[in-house]
């Protein structure tokens, strides 16, 4: 089993940034490809972005495209989303994902593993 938490939400204004980090502890995390997931009030859940076992591949929702970047630290069971410029329309429960390590995904189906979330809250 893996076990994800996520930490970093908080209430940050528009044109502000944040840091998400999710930590796993459990089966080898390096051996698992992560995402980042989230969902607001009323709304179906939705990809974010996407990394590679190895860091080495990435994929993001064209919402989030060029503001925001999702890496990992192996060495610390860490994948991080950094998020840039956030918008009122970023606000929602953000979910760390852990699926198989032989691709990128962006199907919510694709992942075993989910963390609790974290609320990420933007004012205008």
């Known amino acids: 089993q893996v076990q994800l938490v996520e930490s970093g939400g908080g209430l940050v204004q528009a044109g502000d940034s944040l840091r998400l980090s999710c930590e796993a502890s459990?089966?080898?995390?390096?051996?698992?490809?992560m995402g980042w997931f989230r969902q607001a009030p009323g709304k179906e859940r939705e990809f974010v972005a996407a990394i590679s076992w190895s860091g080495g591949s990435t994929y993001y929702a064209d919402s989030v495209k060029g503001r925001f970047t999702i890496s990992r630290d192996n060495a610390k069971n860490t994948v991080y989303l950094q998020m840039n410029s956030l918008k009122p329309d970023d606000a929602a429960v953000y979910y760390c994902?852990?699926?198989?390590?032989?691709?990128?995904?962006?199907?919510?189906?694709?992942?075993?593993?989910w963390g609790q979330g974290t609320q990420v809250t933007v004012s205008s």
């Open positions: 459990g089966r080898s995390f390096s051996s698992y490809a």
């Open positions: 994902a852990a699926g198989p390590s032989g691709g990128v995904y962006y199907r919510s189906t694709s992942y075993n593993y």
